[in-house]
């Protein structure tokens, strides 16, 4: 691609000046502007919807930064979109840039939208993300088959053309061969057009050799093309440049008539659509995303764009201060010797200059110490990126888009592409909004942000959120838009027509907790109004059973929220007392797997009623003493499986309603030889399994575990196999530390039989007796650690005093 006077001649001869280009091509992008500079055309003519003529102008805008993405969406159905995204390096944004600053037209001459959008639903594949650039290979990128063998006609399947001519020239990687022969080549002044033309030539012989790729909607969009050419050439004469994808070029070149142009155009499918710019990111135009004309390194392809020269050197700065900032030791050395490796790399390998391969070889070997770990980063982190592209804000937007943008800026929540960790503390009121809005977005199915584990308090007044914005969340925000112009009205108007649809009652009842999180008291009561209905004619226990934790948590927001939950304490109550009478039946003649479930739903239960019970509402003190009631039913009926009667034993034993001895004596009628080895097994993994704390139990009571190891060194050989897994399955899930404490007992021997492990017990770290004082001396600890309270200055003085 040296250039010729012949080859000038022929790209700035008779006819319009065409540009052929790879998509997000940072040479080809430097080649666009080096040429209009020469050529001075008098309109700019760009590969892209013509709907989107109107929003050219926002280019020019100082708030509007590349990435961004053209964005078309059906009026009627906005979730079916399309994208075509620009970075700074592309092509396209050049040619948009350089048009505006010289005061020339320009216009897209692309297949319009409206045929586009309806095309997808037509053939079943509209699904957002799928436009024109995003699915076409044949421009040089996105995932292609196997081409075809010369002089085979038409192929069947879309090809590479990258890879067949770096194939052709003896390269094993395409990206390789295009960085050396375009990337990595100065634009002079003598030959600016000369690139253009001589890969004009190698398009055209791709194409005569495998033809259009087989795919219609290639010919379709040519055709439009050349009908927009021909018009602005008719308006301009010769001062016509078009910006396309290399592969339209010997289509765009080849004459053809007016009449079968249109007679391909003729019947298109058509579907009314809106367009705006939308933020884009260098993550999501690398093809790993998905995206079919992505490019593997937008990162490093935006910095060869950007950096005014030496650009080895400044990206080796560049990683050294990313690797700094991860409290890497790198220094100025580090980044002097990586680039001679850099270069030495690239001469030993026959190349112009050192290229990604090159650059990110000599990091590994020199910053990294040659560990992929921090390599990775530098990966994720430069050679793809996380840039988010801004939009103005007079560019065109759904009221809901705007409102949501309003919140954003009065929340100081600013949309980034980084994944980032946000602590909310909800007694402060703009937290507290902050929250709301997170949560009335996921309703809406905007998943901004991801609820995460609070790592500081337990208190329902703590939220942590894992906040990414990507570029389809302004699809999700257009297609939420048919609910309401506010985040507010949206919201409500979504949550009542879930209710209403809602198939199962924990859905409803999942439903209210999201309400209440959200702050919509309007959409509450049609919520409320369901989840009765729903609650009085559902006879399934373990559905009711599996509905309850969620509506006894949602009781929980008031406090902290200010929200009125008096209606669903009293639906909450009614649904306990339904799960109340229905469960002791519902528990007998249960398989192994759905005793399993039963028991998860007797564990949430009791959670449930522990909350219930210390309500504020009136009339729900007694629900603990009724459930009380249930527990020891289910612990008494020989048809209840064994799994479910050793943790209605346990649950009792922890709230202090059956005393140690009579925990004991049921344990011993349990594991007697009457009983079956494998029942006996299942009621010791449901009083001492399931993670509940059972090991500890077991460590500080000596009469249980003695009965749990008299039972298991008496049961027969031949049942020994089959209580094997439930045992396994049940002391497995100990934490390392209570295993072999419980292993140096068994080792010991049984104790005094003095019952809970204390006095005399003999182990390391127990005394004669409890020291109060000791004891006392931890409780403001725990206190700050849970929460409980606001922590004064005289913890610190307590502590001092039990240290000293």
């Known amino acids: 691609m040296t250039g010729s006077e012949e080859a000038v001649g022929r790209a700035a001869g008779a006819g319009p000046l065409l540009l052929g280009v790879r998509h997000h091509g940072p040479g080809s992008a430097r080649a666009v502007r080096a040429a209009l500079e020469e050529a001075r055309p008098r309109v700019v003519l760009i590969e892209g919807p013509p709907e989107a003529d109107a929003l050219i102008p926002l280019a020019a805008d100082e708030e509007m930064r590349p990435p961004v993405a053209l964005l078309a969406h059906a009026v009627d159905e906005p979730g079916r979109s399309a994208f075509w995204p620009l970075a700074g390096f592309s092509p396209e944004w050049v040619a948009i840039r350089w048009a505006l600053e010289h005061d020339v037209p320009a216009r897209f001459i692309d297949l319009p939208a409206t045929h586009t959008l309806a095309w997808g639903r037509q053939e079943e594949a509209g699904v957002e993300g799928d436009s024109p650039l995003d699915a076409e290979t044949a421009d040089g990128e996105g995932d292609s088959g196997p081409a075809p063998e010369p002089g085979s006609g038409p192929a069947d399947v879309r090809i590479d053309p990258l890879g067949v001519l770096a194939d052709t020239a003896g390269y094993d990687d395409p990206e390789r061969w295009w960085e050396d022969v375009v990337e990595h080549r100065g634009v002079g002044k003598v030959d600016a057009l000369a690139p253009f033309t001589v890969l004009e030539e190698a398009m055209e012989a791709l194409r005569e050799t495998y033809g259009s790729g087989g795919h219609d909607r290639d010919l379709v969009r040519e055709a439009y093309m050349r009908l927009q050419v021909r018009a602005a050439q008719r308006e301009f004469e010769d001062g016509v440049a078009v910006v396309c994808g290399a592969w339209h070029v010997p289509a765009l070149r080849r004459k053809t008539t007016v009449a079968a142009d249109k007679a391909l155009l003729k019947g298109l499918p058509k579907v009314k659509t809106d367009m705006t710019w939308v933020p884009w990111t260098h993550r999501r135009l690398s093809r790993v995303s998905g995206y079919g004309a992505g490019i593997d390194s937008p990162g490093w392809y935006g910095h060869l764009f950007s950096a005014p020269d030496r650009p080895v050197e400044r990206w080796m700065a560049k990683v ?60 994720d982190r430069l050679v793809v990126g996380d840039v988010l592209g801004e939009v103005p804000p007079t560019a065109p937007a759904v009221p809901l888009q705007r409102d949501l943008a309003r919140l954003q800026r009065r929340l100081r929540l600013k949309p980034e592409a980084l994944e980032r960790e946000l602590e909310l503390d909800l007694r402060k009121e703009t937290d507290a909004a902050r929250s709301r ?15 995460a584990a609070s790592r500081g308090s337990t208190g329902t007044f703590r939220e942590t959120w894992r906040l ?10 257009a297609e939420a838009g048919v609910w309401g112009t506010t985040v507010l009205s949206a919201a409500t108007a979504k949550a009542e027509a879930d209710a209403v649809t809602a198939q199962g009652l924990a859905d409803v009842t999942a439903l209210a907790e999201r309400c209440l999180l959200a ?15 729903r609650a009085a004619l559902d006879a399934d226990v373990g559905r009711l059973a599996e509905a309850l934790p969620a509506l006894v948590r949602s009781l929980r927001y008031g406090d902290v929220r200010g929200t009125d939950t008096g209606a669903l304490g009293e639906v909450a109550a009614g649904l306990a007392e339904r799960v109340f009478v229905g469960l002791p039946p519902a528990c007998a003649a249960l398989d192994a797997d759905g005793a399993e479930e039963m028991r998860r739903h007797v564990d949430a239960v009791h959670g449930a009623v522990g909350l219930l019970g210390d309500a504020p509402a009136a009339g729900q003190g007694h629900l603990r003493a009724r459930w009380q009631s249930v527990l020891r039913v289910l612990c008494g009926r020989d048809t209840v499986p064994g799994v479910i009667r050793g943790r209605s034993v346990r649950l009792l034993l922890d709230d202090g309603e059956l005393a140690q001895d009579e925990a004991a004596r049921l344990m011993g009628l349990v594991l007697s030889p009457g009983t079956p080895p494998p029942d006996a097994a299942a009621w010791i993994e449901g009083f001492v399994g399931g993670g509940s704390g059972g090991g500890m139990l077991l460590v500080h009571d000596e009469r249980l575990l003695g009965l749990v190891d008299a039972w298991l060194t008496g049961v027969p050989a031949e049942a020994f196999t089959d209580v094997l897994p439930l045992l396994r399955r049940t002391f497995s899930a ?42 006392d001396a931890v409780v403001p600890v725990l206190r700050l650690l849970l929460g409980l309270d606001e922590v004064t200055g005289h913890i610190g003085d307590e502590l001092a005093g039990v240290t000293g």
Request: proline share 8%.
């Open 519 to 533: 702050e919509l008291p309007d959409a509450l009561p049609t919520v409320m109004r369901i989840l009765a209905d």
């Open 468 to 477: 990414r914005w990507e570029p389809e969340l302004s699809v999700r925000v």
């Open 437 to 451: 809005l997170l949560h009335r977005l996921r309703l809406l199915g905007v998943a901004w942000g991801e609820p």
């Open 734 to 775: 100990y934490e390392p530390g209570v295993r072999r404490t419980l292993g140096e007992l068994v080792r010991r021997g049984p104790g005094d039989g003095s019952g809970a492990t204390g006095a005399g017990s003999g182990i390391p770290g127990f005394a004669a007796e409890l020291d109060p004082v000791r004891a």
């Open 320 to 379: 050294a201060g990313l690797l700094r900032a991860e409290d890497r030791l790198v220094s100025s050395a580090h980044v002097i010797e990586a680039v001679r490796l850099a270069e030495t790399l690239a001469a030993m390998r026959g190349r112009p200059l050192p290229g990604l391969s090159e650059t990110t070889d000599a990091v590994r070997a020199v910053m990294c110490e040659g560990s992929d770990v921090p390599l990775a980063l530098v990966r």
